[in-house]
């Protein structure tokens, strides 16, 4: 197999479609290349939703390159792993050019890269994507706009799938049936009420990140919410000269997290379907392989599903790495502190590892401090998310993620900061929390902090996890 431009060697590419089927038995030949080239650690990276083939790529490039240097006597090779996910233009990456268009998009009309994207990603959706972009543009007014956005939303990313394409969407587990999500819900609970009172939610929460602060409750802290003095006119008055949220400064954070729910169960789907089997194919051939998994937000729940994947009797996998995980932190958990009924859809899986499940997280990543836990609680009912918790409540508990506050509710987990980490050495089983805030800093709105993960300290706590000297 060719493999790409790298700074590292041996390194393989496999490349999974939606449904976690490898392209042309590509998964299997580099099975058998990995044992043909005496490789003893294999460490195999997953990157996120909000990324194309050549970001993943070059993310893969940057975030190896200290490795060999770290580890010179180790036998390491490489994998990445490439998955159909879709890259928002508008949300910067550290060290990445930024879109020409970043910045136009949520105020305006859809731009032709996101349109681009969005195409590529729901090919059969054409019609929606094109009504989805007229809206945007437009902006009417009235509830009933907002209503018919929210179902061509919906529909361009099939929220409510059937069969086991609900489960790899579910964060937790009751009795085996999905919650939160799944099909005796319709879909994320953002669907389930009006699309004006959720879009709302979203604007107000996108005015605080870009005032400079968390969202907040009630109004923006700071300055206005934009949006025109007709919207302030629409919406009624604020208090002292502030408007409310327009609906419609919400509607494309709306999309992207709708994108984000079908690009979260996209992750569940390969992990489970295609990145798993291929671990226990490599066991097979090369049984003295160490593997070691590292996954970048969604991709931190794909390497994580590829151990529900694993066959019973592999023991290959020596360590699991998650670089600001965007899943539920409670998806270890065998019980969650609110429901003693459910469990988290990952509960026990830590288990299948023979080595730690090492979880970075960071305060400064605002994609899952803020918005990824609005984007989980947004439901229906009448007062928002806001009010009914509070801010610090909301970022803390019931609807974290992984890569905002580590691993919660499993019994024994450590905890360290990155710099208590690397001076090791880690435990050598169960879950280990590991706040990365000291480099993991750097972003604008909407996502924050959540791309900064090309650091040599990051290479250095993969390598610690594995044990590869």
């Not at 731009?111 to 590529?120: F, I």
């Not at 870009?210 to 300055?223: I, K, Q, T, V, Y």
């Not at 709708?258 to 089997?277: C, I």
Request: aromatic share 8%.
């Amino acid at each position: 197999m060719a493999e790409p431009a790298m700074s590292v060697t041996p390194y393989w590419e496999l490349t999974f479609d939606a449904d976690g089927d490898s392209e042309g038995g590509r998964a299997d030949r580099s099975a058998a290349e990995v044992a043909r080239r005496g490789v003893r650690d294999l460490i195999v990276f997953a990157h996120g939703w909000n990324t194309d083939r050549s970001a993943a790529t070059g993310l893969y490039s940057r975030f190896f390159a200290p490795m060999p240097a770290l580890a010179p006597a180790a036998r390491i090779g490489y994998v990445g792993v490439v998955w159909p996910s879709m890259r928002f233009p508008d949300e910067p990456i550290p060290d990445f050019p930024r879109s020409a268009a970043a910045g136009a998009v949520r105020r305006g009309a859809l731009d032709g890269e996101t349109r681009h994207a969005l195409l590529e990603t729901f090919p059969d959706r054409v019609s929606a994507v094109d009504r989805i972009g007229r809206l945007l543009e437009q902006r009417p007014p009235g509830e009933a706009a907002l209503e018919e956005f929210g179902r061509l939303v919906r529909l361009l990313v099939d929220v409510a799938p059937h069969g086991p394409q609900a489960l790899f969407a579910a964060d937790t587990l009751t009795d085996g049936v999905p919650q939160d999500g799944g099909p005796q819900e319709g879909g994320p609970q953002m669907f389930a009420g009006p699309t004006a009172e959720v879009c709302e939610e979203f604007a107000r929460a996108l005015a605080g990140l870009e005032a400079g602060g968390p969202a907040s409750g009630g109004l923006p802290s700071g300055r206005p919410v934009s949006g025109g003095p007709e919207a302030g006119a629409a919406r009624g008055p604020g208090v002292e000269g502030f408007s409310l949220p327009d609906p419609w400064d919400g509607a494309h954070e709306l999309l992207r997290q709708a994108t984000y729910y079908a690009m979260k169960r996209r992750a569940g789907t390969v992990g489970e379907r295609g990145l798993g089997p291929f671990v226990g194919r490599l066991a097979a051939v090369a049984p003295a392989v160490r593997v070691h998994l590292v996954g970048h937000s969604f991709g931190g729940r794909l390497v994580s599903f590829a151990l529900r994947g694993l066959p019973d009797d592999v023991r290959t996998v020596k360590s699991v790495t998650l670089l600001q995980g965007a899943f539920s932190h409670y998806a270890f958990a065998a019980r969650l502190p609110h429901d003693e009924r459910a469990g988290g859809v990952l509960r026990g899986q830590q288990n299948r590892v023979d080595g730690p499940v090492v979880c970075c997280h960071s305060s400064f990543d605002a994609a899952l401090g803020t918005m990824y836990p609005l984007a989980s609680r947004m439901a229906g009912d009448a007062r928002g998310v806001f009010e009914e918790f509070g801010v610090g409540s909301v970022l803390g508990a019931k609807w974290g993620a992984m890569g905002h506050d580590g691993v919660q509710a499993v019994p024994g987990t450590r905890a360290y900061t990155l710099a208590e980490a690397l001076a090791g050495p880690l435990p050598a089983s169960g879950c280990v929390n590991v706040d990365a805030a000291a480099v993991v800093r750097r972003g604008g709105a909407p996502a924050g902090a959540h791309s900064d993960i090309v650091h040599p300290e990051l290479a250095r706590l993969v390598l610690a996890a594995g044990r590869v000297r």
